[in-house]
Structure formats: C-alpha cells, structure tokens
C-alpha cells in the first residue's frame, strides 16, 4: 500500500525534475520515490565510502610511486651535476668556439637519445629497481654463507 505525501519543491528544482521526467518518460513520483530510497539507504552511503576510499589508496599509491620517481630524477642530476663540475676543467678562451659547436652536437645527439628511449617506455626508474634487485639478492646470498 502506498502512502500519498504532498510537498513543495522550489521553482528551479520542480523544473529540473519534470524535464528528467520527461527526458526519461517516467513518472515524476518515481523519480522523487527512487532518489528518496537512494538517499536514506544506509547501503548507499557505505558503498559511497567504500568506493571513495579504494579511489584514494589508489591515488595514493599512485602518488608514492610519482613521488619516489621524482626523488630518483632530482638525486640523479644532483649527482651528474657535481660529477660534471668537480672533472670537468674550465676550458680557454680560445677553445670556447669549438666547445660551444660541439656541445651542441652532443646536445642534439642527446636529445635524440632521449626521444629513443622514452617512444620504448623503458624509464630510469625502471631500470634502477632492475639494477638494485639483483644486487640485493647478491648482498642477500652473501649474508647467508657468513
């Protein structure tokens, strides 16, 4: 058995239920009765939480891995750039000219690389986590012949 309940709605939202209504061609009582179940089903808000909080610890996990390749790029130029400075001799003034063309042909060289490399997907990172595995397992296999 149904029960009848009349309510007023603001103009701008009686607008919007009739025009869903008609876009849908369903009854508006059905609308007004299926958002009504939605709103007050304890089920909807858990499921509501739920979903929310497996989309975060995915953004979150997702957030740690940027973070830690971030990490990885600034310590790895940190670290080219104070290799280049401390063997790198400054140069004269007279071999500057020669310095500056080749420089920008290994510059374009390297900017070439890089294109190579990032079309293959293959990342620093990635290469990294290969490089330190096995020298885990390495150190690993060490510590237990001691």
């Given at each position: 058995?149904?029960?009848?309940?009349?309510?007023?709605?603001?103009?701008?939202?009686?607008?919007?239920?009739?025009?869903?209504?008609?876009?849908?061609?369903?009854?508006?009582?059905?609308?007004?009765?299926?958002?009504?179940?939605?709103?007050?089903?304890?089920?909807?808000?858990?499921?509501?939480?739920?979903?929310?909080?497996?989309?975060?610890?995915?953004?979150?996990?997702?957030?740690?891995?940027?973070?830690?390749?971030?990490?990885?790029?600034?310590?790895?130029?940190?670290?080219?750039?104070?290799?280049?400075?401390?063997?790198?001799?400054?140069?004269?003034?007279?071999?500057?000219?020669?310095?500056?063309?080749?420089?920008r042909e290994r510059y374009e060289g390297y900017v070439e690389a890089l294109g190579r490399r990032l079309a293959k997907g293959r990342t620093l990172a990635?290469?990294?986590?290969?490089?330190?595995?096995?020298?885990?397992?390495?150190?690993?296999?060490?510590?237990?012949?001691?």
């Amino acid at each position: 058995m149904r029960t009848k309940h009349t309510f007023r709605l603001p103009p701008d939202l009686a607008i919007k239920l009739a025009d869903y209504a008609q876009r849908k061609r369903v009854p508006q009582a059905l609308i007004v009765e299926t958002a009504l179940a939605s709103f007050l089903s304890p089920d909807g808000s858990e499921r509501l939480e739920g979903a929310l909080g497996r989309r975060l610890d995915r953004l979150n996990r997702q957030l740690e891995r940027l973070e830690r390749h971030v990490t990885i790029s600034n310590e790895a130029l940190a670290l080219f750039v104070r290799f280049w400075l401390t063997a790198t001799p400054p140069l004269p003034d007279t071999a500057q000219p020669g310095a500056q063309a080749k420089g920008r042909e290994r510059y374009e060289g390297y900017v070439e690389a890089l294109g190579r490399r990032l079309a293959k997907g293959r990342t620093l990172a990635d290469e990294i986590s290969e490089d330190i595995a096995p020298a885990d397992e390495t150190t690993d296999e060490g510590s237990h012949h001691s």
